[in-house]
């Protein structure tokens, strides 16, 4: 694993940084994910069950934000995936300048799927585009179904909804009509997928709606 | 309820507004806190568990911090509880001067204890100063027991952390020791305190904390 300590250039835009790196994986022919979601809604659970289902048919790198550490790289890291670490320092947000010095450090050549972890916050790192072809909100039951309407921009722009944890739904007041509900409200073109990290269900579907998304790039 | 839209005064420093505050809190003798934490820690259900306990004894108000929507304002306001909803305009955290603009609209004579729920993020809430006694940090144990190491601001600059849902321990992978011992490295004098708003476990425990918080404010 390499670990790169971020400082941010503030007299690029980080739409002009996202533009060039968005370039390059269309060149590549990478698809690439910005993975966001609360500290805890399980973004490197649900990362952990992607390696395991895709990388035996599938180059695939990971970026892993964090502020300080490199426990979820470490996770990753253990799946025997390429994963760089970016530490923010405390920031609470990626951007694509932070991307762009990721590509420095990893072998993007022959690579199908990047997968960038967001830092936990359903806040902040809504604004910042990444260079990904799909933001992916993982949201999990335990968190509540007001979510969406309490912290809108993050559904409003992402284009795939994880709904996780839903082995705990029977432990939970989460309503998920009402989650539909408020989706269709938000982002009617919102694909939602339900899954559970812990007994498996709904990562056979993960899966296919990934392949099928990585091919699609490849095709294009 | 009154709402309020923020402008900041970018002019003023978030501290020489929070120390003001700070002085009309003391002169009132009114215990604030600054409760923060990940969305969907259970902030708000730990707030009406408070409000349930100490309403009869204790003068009590609530500035509620949210993005746009008055969903945990209402939520406060069936308990007949004085509220004020500060929105953010999807700003990701209070500052000082959204307090002192609440002080405009809040009956604070007579008041004994001040409530802030702040916007749930486990980043950046934690660089502003509320004015506050002190900051209050609740986590979920389906949130898991990395999250002190991952987001330590938080954690290093609260007096108190309310470990919330401990029923659904038996259904996740927290590990309560691990936990104890990463609080310990980052803020030794923190003050635990494990609760189910579900059970009620842990729940008296909590009223005597803060019971004892209001007195002694009262008694300065």
């Known amino acids: 694993m390499k670990q ?3 400082k941010k250039n503030i007299l690029d835009t980080n739409d002009q940084i996202a533009k060039t790196n968005r370039d390059l994986l269309k060149e590549k022919s990478i698809f690439a994910i910005n993975m966001l979601g609360s500290p805890g809604a399980g973004k490197t659970s649900v990362l952990e069950q992607l390696i395991k289902g895709l990388k035996s048919d ?3 790198a990971v970026i892993e934000g964090d502020l300080y550490t490199t426990k979820d790289a470490d996770r990753i890291e253990s799946h025997g995936i390429d994963v760089i670490q970016v530490n923010t320092g ?3 947000h990626l951007d694509a300048s932070m991307i762009q010095t990721s590509f420095e450090h990893l072998d993007i050549e022959g690579l199908d799927f990047l997968v960038v972890e967001n830092v936990g ?3 902040c790192p809504a604004s910042y585009d990444l ?3 799909m933001k992916v909100t993982v949201l999990s039951v335990t968190e509540g179904n007001d979510k969406p309407l309490k912290y809108p921009a993050m559904f409003q ?5 994880i709904v996780n944890k839903v082995d705990l739904l029977p432990h939970t007041n989460f309503c998920m009509d009402e989650l539909y509900e408020d989706i269709k409200s938000l982002n009617k073109d919102m694909k939602v997928l339900e899954v559970s990290c812990t007994t498996g269900q709904g990562i056979p579907e993960l899966m296919d709606y990934f392949s099928n998304e990585i091919q699609t790039k490849k095709g294009e």
């Open 4 to 6: 790169i300590m971020v």
């Open 58 to 60: 599938v180059n695939m």
């Open 90 to 92: 405390g920031g609470c």
């Open 121 to 123: 916050n359903l806040v």
């Open 131 to 133: 260079s990904e072809d």
């Open 157 to 161: 722009k992402s284009e795939l909804l």
